[in-house]
């Protein structure tokens, strides 16, 4: 996967950033990414030379970024954040995925002044109609189908999802996502608010 990103370009959904010391760019850069088409983010590359730097005591930047977007991006999100090493170097990667609860935004802008979007390789505000359109854009999925990112799969409770369509079809765990009672959310699976009001343990 490194290999991957260091040979692409910046760009629509390409970041490179060469440490965590400026963190407010790399929010808006998360919040712009998961309210367009997705993105990746590379902390310690220079975004220059596509020099590694790498990124000291990973860990524990991984933990004090894993904070930073949950402390200062509504409604909250939660983008994978891996550790991959280049040689003896460490280097951050997040991955951001085009999220369906749009609009997202920087916490302390508000929900006004403080949408993103991607335009090419930069971050936009985003002003009032394309707030709007971007709602629009998630409003065609029902409230019950909406993921629960906080949940995992397991507190369905699968016994009595077989007991309610017993009498219609045999159910397999595969089918739940069909059913609309689970949801893929960026790499999870997770139950929906319908299928936690009706099977959640």
Known sequence: MFEEIIAR??????????DLSS??????????????????????????????LGVDNPLDEEERLASLIADRIEPRLAPVIEVLQAGDKSVLVIEVYPSGSRPHWVKREGSSD???????????????????????????RAYDETPLPDLAADDIAFAAVVDAFASRRPVTRRDL??????????????????GVLLFGR
């Open 23 to 52: 963190p407010v760019p790399i929010i808006k850069t998360i919040v712009a990414f998961a309210n367009s088409s997705g993105g990746i983010i590379a902390i310690g590359i220079d975004n220059d030379t596509r020099a590694v």
């Open 9 to 18: 370009n910046e760009g629509k959904t390409l970041e490179f950033k060469r």
């Open 177 to 194: 996502e069909s059913l609309r009672i689970t949801a893929r959310h960026q790499r999870r699976v997770v139950p929906t608010v319908g």
């Open 114 to 140: 403080g949408v993103y979007v991607r335009l090419g390789s930069t971050n936009r505000r985003a002003d009032a109609e394309l707030i709007d359109e971007l709602r629009r854009g998630v409003q065609g």
